[in-house]
C-alpha cells in the first residue's frame, strides 16, 4: 500500500513537512548513524533472546560489547518469566481502526515486545537505548494496532530504558480509553491533513542537526552549506564551524539574557522559549538512603548504581528521602511546547496544591 503510516512518518510530518517530503515522497536515501545501527541491533538482539534464536553479539563493536550485553539482560530480566505474546511483531490496521495485515494496512508498526501475565495481563514494552520518558502518543498508537488485530486493549502500555533499566509504564483505565478515541480523531485528522498538503513547508529547529537532507532545505540555503570534497576543505569547514558555534552559543546567550530580563517569553507557533524549572538531585549520605530505600520495599539489586533520574520517580521522595538528598531547584531557557490552555489551567491547579501548607 503506497500510503501507509508508521508512527515514525507521522512524527516526522509533525517536525518537519518538508522532511517529510524528502523522505517519503521523493524517496532520498537518508543516512544512518551509528546510534541508530546500535538501537537497531539491540532490538534485533533482545528479540532474538527472547524467540530463544541464536543471538548475534559480533555487530556489536569490541569496545560496545559489554555494554550491549548488560543493555539487552536488563531487558530480559524487566521480562523475566511471564509469557511472551510476540517479538518485533508487525501489525496493520485500516482507517476504520480495523484488523489489516501489515502490509496492506493504512497505519502499521512493530510493536517490540507483547507479555502476558495472569496477574497483570497484557503489555506492550517499547524498548529506548535511553531515557525512556518519551510522550504516551506511540504507545497509544501501538495500543490500536493491539486491539485491531487482538481484539483486546493492552492493560499496560511501557517505555524501557535499555541503559538506564528504567521503566516508565501506563495502565489502561477509563482515562486512557477516552485518550484512545481522541488520539483516533488527531490521526484521522493528520492524515487528512498529509493527504490534502499541496506543498509540505520546512519548520527549522533543532531536529535540523540530524536531517539527512540539510543541503537541499530551503531554509538551510542562507546558510550556505557546502559539500566537502578534500581534506583542505574539510579543514576549513571544521575551522568555520567552530566560529558559528561560539557565536550561536553568544546570540543564544544574549536572547536568554533578554527574556530573563524583561520577562518576556518568546513563541514560534507550537513552541516558546522561556524559563523552564527543574529539580537536579545529589546524594549526600548514599548508606543511609540505600538503608532507607530497602525499608521501602525496594529492590537491592536495582539500587547497586543509584540514577537520580530513577530516584525522581519515587513517589515522595523529598519528604521519606530529604535527610539524605541535596535537591536543588534550577532554571534553564530553551525552547519547549506551548500549553494548552486547559494544560495552563492543570498546571495552575496542581501548583496551588502543592503550595498549600497542612499542619
Known amino acids: 500500500m503506497e500510503n501507509q503510516l508508521s508512527f515514525s512518518k507521522l512524527r516526522t510530518y509533525a517536525t518537519c513537512p518538508k522532511q517529510y517530503d524528502y523522505k517519503y515522497n521523493q524517496k532520498l536515501p537518508s543516512f544512518q548513524t551509528e546510534g541508530m545501527k546500535y ?77 502476558y501475565d495472569p496477574d497483570d495481563g497484557m503489555e506492550i514494552i517499547d524498548f529506548k537505548t535511553n531515557f525512556a520518558g518519551y510522550p504516551k502518543e506511540q504507545l497509544l498508537f501501538y495500543a490500536l494496532l493491539l486491539n485491531a488485530n487482538f481484539k483486546v486493549l493492552p492493560d499496560k502500555l511501557t517505555y524501557f530504558s535499555l541503559r538506564l533499566n528504567q521503566a516508565v509504564s501506563y495502565t489502561v483505565s477509563a482515562k486512557e480509553l477516552k485518550e484512545l478515541e481522541n488520539f483516533k480523531k488527531r490521526l484521522l485528522k493528520q492524515k487528512h491533513e498529509i493527504e490534502a498538503a499541496k ?44 566560529a558559528h558555534a561560539a557565536l550561536s552559543s553568544s546570540l543564544k546567550k544574549t536572547a536568554q539574557a533578554f527574556v530573563k530580563k524583561s520577562g518576556e517569553s518568546i513563541v514560534d507557533g507550537d513552541k516558546v522559549f522561556g524559563p523552564v524549572t527543574s529539580q537536579a538531585i545529589s546524594i549526600k549520605n548514599e548508606d543511609e538512603l540505600l538503608r532507607k530505600l530497602q525499608a521501602e520495599g525496594y529492590n537491592s539489586e536495582t539500587l547497586r548504581k543509584l540514577d537520580t533520574k530513577a530516584l525522581k520517580t ?27 490552555k486547559k494544560e495552563v489551567e492543570k498546571y495552575d491547579t496542581c501548583n496551588s496544591h502543592s503550595n498549600r501548607k497542612t499542619a
Not at 73 to 100: H, I, P, W
Open 314 to 340: 519515587i513517589p515522595g521522595l523529598t519528604e521519606k528521602f530529604g535527610e539524605e538528598l541535596k535537591i536543588t531547584t534550577r532554571t534553564t531557557y530553551k525552547w519547549s511546547k506551548k500549553l494548552t
Open 39 to 115: 538501537g537497531s541491533d539491540l532490538h534485533q538482539t533482545i528479540s532474538d533472546e527472547l524467540l530463544e534464536k541464536k543471538p548475534v553479539y559480533t555487530v556489536f563493536p569490541s569496545e560496545k560489547l559489554s555494554e550491549a550485553e548488560r543493555m539487552v539482560n536488563n531487558a530480559l530480566q524487566y521480562v523475566g518469566d511471564r509469557t511472551l505474546v510476540g517479538s518485533e511483531q508487525k501489525f496493520g490496521m485500516t482507517e476504520e481502526f480495523e484488523e489489516a495485515t501489515y502490509e496492506d494496512g493504512l497505519f502499521k508498526g512493530i510493536l517490540d515486545s507483547i507479555i
Open 199 to 242: 506543498e509540505f513547508k520546512e519548520k527549522p529547529g533543532e531536529h535540523c542537526s540530524f536531517c539527512s537532507y540539510i543541503h537541499k532545505c530551503p531554509a538551510a540555503k542562507m546558510l550556505e552549506i557546502p559539500m566537502i570534497t578534500d581534506d583542505k576543505s574539510a579543514l576549513q569547514q571544521l575551522k568555520l564551524a567552530e
